[in-house]
């Protein structure tokens, strides 16, 4: 089936640096990919919606700024947290269509991302 | 607005019992519904994925149906294991765009 590789799986940063998270599609072509954000014992937070070769789209509340997302091919979205701050710390999950499974989404491993 | 809820929001039951996830949503319009596991710290894995033309998938011991018109879907899990312990999302995307409506998840305990 459809794979999306995510990366890294777990990162540390202090407080001030930026951190990039990529996820690639592996097996399949994602015009689009959706990125979420998760805090403990909650559900999934959709952040930005990404298509490739456009800007993306964000939820409301969520800082475009701080949370830039570039998908510049079909198979690679990457999102960058800059300035990244305590309150970052959280698990990044991206996710794509699945090309030919008529709307079926696959989701990579996840980032756990903590600053300190 | 759509909304998916799931009931119950935790369950804990022993090893070997036969169980159903509930999933409800507002809005018929969704487009299909698929049911996911995460596992503490870990990302999704994809389960069952229910086309709005179907009424229900399986795979193993899963099976999931849906039906449009009460807004429900369900999760049946046959002959529990402690490897099923994990909390289960359903999500389904609307007709219009590919943005997923999700449920809170239900916390699944299987007991040895």
């Known amino acids: 089936g459809a794979v999306v590789s995510q990366h890294p799986s777990r990162v540390i940063c202090k407080s001030g640096t930026s951190v990039k998270i990529e996820c690639r599609s592996l097996?399949?072509?994602?015009?689009?990919m959706f990125w979420y954000r998760q805090f403990p014992k909650q559900s999934l937070m959709l952040m930005a919606t990404?298509?490739?070769?456009?800007?993306?789209?964000?939820e409301q509340g969520v800082e475009k700024d701080k949370f830039l997302i570039n998908h510049a091919s079909l198979t690679l979205s990457t999102l960058t947290v800059t300035s990244a701050h305590p309150e970052d710390s959280s698990f990044y999950i991206c996710?794509?269509?699945?090309?030919?499974?008529?709307?079926?989404?696959?989701f990579g491993s996840g980032t756990r991302l903590t600053v300190v | 607005k759509q909304e998916v809820t799931q009931i119950p929001a935790a369950l804990s039951v022993p090893e070997g019992e036969n169980l159903v996830l509930n999933c409800s949503f507002t809005?018929?319009?969704?487009?299909?519904l698929q049911w996911f596991r995460q596992d503490p710290g870990k990302g999704l894995t994809s389960l069952l994925l229910?086309?709005?033309s179907q009424r229900e998938q399986t795979s193993g011991r899963l099976n999931a149906s849906l039906d449009k018109s009460s807004g429900r879907s369900t999760l049946y899990i046959a002959a529990s294991q402690p490897g099923d312990s994990a909390t289960y999302l359903c999500?389904?995307?609307?007709?219009?765009?590919?943005?997923?409506?999700w449920g809170a998840g239900t916390k699944l305990i299987i007991k040895p």
């Open positions: 996710s794509a269509p699945e090309a030919g499974v008529n709307y079926g989404y696959t």
């Open positions: 097996d399949f072509q994602a015009t689009t």
């Open positions: 990404s298509n490739e070769g456009s800007k993306a789209t964000y």
């Open positions: 809005d018929s319009a969704i487009y299909n």
């Open positions: 229910i086309q709005s």
């Open positions: 999500a389904g995307p609307l007709d219009s765009n590919y943005q997923l409506i």
